[in-house]
């Protein structure tokens, strides 16, 4: 039998080559894109997965039962969502070391400094910082309004209808009757954000 010129028999680095090749294409073609897996395996130690910055907001007689939550800031003061009655309240859950809260702080506070006159209450809620982490990024970025301190995680579990536990940032527009208005998953677009304050204000 003649053998054509260049080819030969096949050795057996060759056949667990083609092995590999032709597995290597049937798992990729089998593959299902994830997001929230490609962040969680990055390995990049961000320690956050990122929300979609989708944007919801309830109507009137589709929202839930008023917020309850109990909590302190970071200098001691009580906070109660009891006192928040008859007040649109913008909360925004974040800590330190979140790139894409950094990004938005400068915007929160500008919506803050906008709206304060209109009797909007902000409050941050921080999941994971010290006291001296917390302050620190407060004057890096110029946020004067104020945060609780949440790295117990009460206030995150009692949310947990809203706020994702690992979906930092977060923010959420209480209504005057301080039920959920409105929820920005991921970090938020200041003009986005300003339409639905103003729109729970007139509301």
């Known amino acids: 039998m003649n053998i054509p010129s260049g080819c030969g028999s096949p050795t057996r680095r060759s056949i667990i080559a083609g092995l590999v090749a032709v597995a290597s294409v049937g798992l990729a073609a089998c593959a ?15 320690n956050y997965i990122a929300g979609d910055g989708s944007v919801e907001e309830y109507a009137e007689e589709s929202r839930d039962a008023p917020v309850a939550l109990n909590a302190k800031l970071y200098d001691g003061t009580p906070v109660s969502s009891s006192d928040w009655s008859g007040t649109v309240t913008v909360l ?3 800590y330190a070391a979140c790139a894409p809260c950094r990004v938005e702080a400068p915007h929160l506070e500008a919506l803050y400094q906008e709206f304060t006159t209109q009797g909007v209450l902000f409050y941050g809620i921080n999941v994971r910082d010290e006291k001296p982490t917390a302050e620190a990024f407060e004057r890096t970025f110029g946020v004067t309004y104020p945060s609780v301190e949440d790295k117990d995680g009460k206030v995150l579990l009692a949310m947990t209808r809203f706020v994702p536990p690992q979906a930092v940032p977060t923010t959420l527009v209480l209504d005057k009757e301080g039920r959920v208005a409105a929820r920005i998953l991921g970090g938020l677009d200041k003009s986005t954000l ?3 304050i103003t729109s729970t204000l007139n509301a």
């Open 194 to 196: 300003k339409a639905l």
């Open 32 to 46: 299902v894109p994830d997001s929230l897996a490609q962040q969680a395996a990055a390995g990049d130690n961000k």
């Open 92 to 94: 925004n859950f974040w």
